[in-house]
């Protein structure tokens, strides 16, 4: 009799592995999930209405004015500081928020074990989120600030009053604005990162950057100009002044500007640390 064989499948073991997961794919990863939430959409077209809008808003009523002011005010009058004044005193509100829902939203939802499973090497989901997070707000903050200084200098055209990216220090203020409010953001990712909490986040940096400024000049005159110059906040006021001296008792423009990256890095790098060693 003759005997029927059944031929077995060949196992075959699976490929091994080879190297590891990188930053290229995080980054495509986080960019998706960044622009997946429909709040982000909302939180940046408020960014844009709120700088544009605010800025339009200033220089139209100042151009109303104008005829009524007096000398004085008109001779320190800056239409660049005017135009760009939405982005940087409100528009660093709003963007302090999404800074602060990037990270921390995560962990409200419990979606940051599953961005940890996925991705299991912490520091470079850190990074990912961070670089995301910071070229978008970037994008946007430019677009604000070029958008609110060409309408609001053809809103001033009618007082003869006006700037050109070309004289000094204006291109450096328009700038300096978007590269100020997202620094601001950074500093309310970094924050987040430290405390996973996003309402604890916004208020402690909106205590940071808005609150104690105030509480500061409570203080004696010599003793207000000697803090001044550390706080996070006087980097935006000295970058956007474009006419007459900087005030005597702030480091340069971009000196000033350097303490609050400063700032932002060290938080940043402490967020990465406590990011890397906690429990998701």
């Given at each position: 009799m003759a005997t029927t064989t059944q031929s077995q499948p060949i196992l075959t073991a699976l490929p091994p592995a080879s190297g590891r997961a990188g930053l290229g794919g995080t980054l495509a990863s986080e960019f998706t999930k960044i622009r997946s939430v429909r709040s982000t959409?909302?939180?940046?077209?408020?960014?844009?209405?709120?700088?544009?809008?605010?800025?339009?808003?200033?220089?139209a009523g100042?151009?109303?004015?104008?005829?009524?002011?007096?000398?004085?005010?008109?001779?320190?009058?800056?239409?660049?500081?005017?135009s760009v004044a939405g982005l940087f005193y409100l528009g660093q509100l709003v963007i302090v928020v999404f800074g602060a829902m990037t990270?921390?939203?995560?962990y409200s939802t419990g979606m940051i074990r599953t961005s940890l499973t996925a991705m299991p090497r912490r520091t470079v989901?850190?990074?990912?989120?961070?670089?995301?997070?910071?070229v978008v707000a970037l994008v946007v903050t430019f677009v604000a600030a070029?958008?609110?200084?060409?309408?609001?200098?053809l809103l001033l055209g009618s007082t003869h009053d006006i700037a050109t990216l070309s004289q000094p220090n204006v291109l450096r203020a328009v700038i300096g604005s978007a590269l100020y409010v997202t620094l601001c953001g950074l500093f309310a990712f970094a924050v987040g990162a430290i405390l996973r909490?996003?309402?604890?986040?916004i208020t402690a940096v909106i205590g940071l950057l808005f609150v104690i400024p105030i509480l500061v000049h409570l203080l004696p005159q010599s003793w207000y100009q000697d803090v001044e110059r550390w706080l996070p906040d006087a980097a935006g006021r000295a970058l956007s002044v474009t006419v007459g001296p900087p005030p005597a008792h702030l480091f340069p423009a971009w000196?000033?500007?350097?303490?609050?990256?400063?700032?932002?890095?060290?938080?940043?790098?402490?967020?990465?640390?406590l990011f890397r060693k906690r429990d998701a």
């Open positions: 959409y909302w939180t940046l077209l408020v960014l844009l209405v709120v700088s544009v809008g605010i800025g339009a808003a200033i220089s100042t151009a109303a004015s104008w005829s009524h002011m007096a000398a004085s005010d008109r001779a320190t009058f800056d239409p660049t500081q005017a990270l921390t939203a995560e989901v850190y990074a990912a989120k961070a670089a995301i997070f910071a070029f958008i609110s200084f060409f309408l609001g200098q909490h996003t309402a604890g986040t000196g000033q500007f350097a303490v609050f990256a400063v700032y932002t890095a060290v938080l940043l790098v402490v967020g990465a640390v």
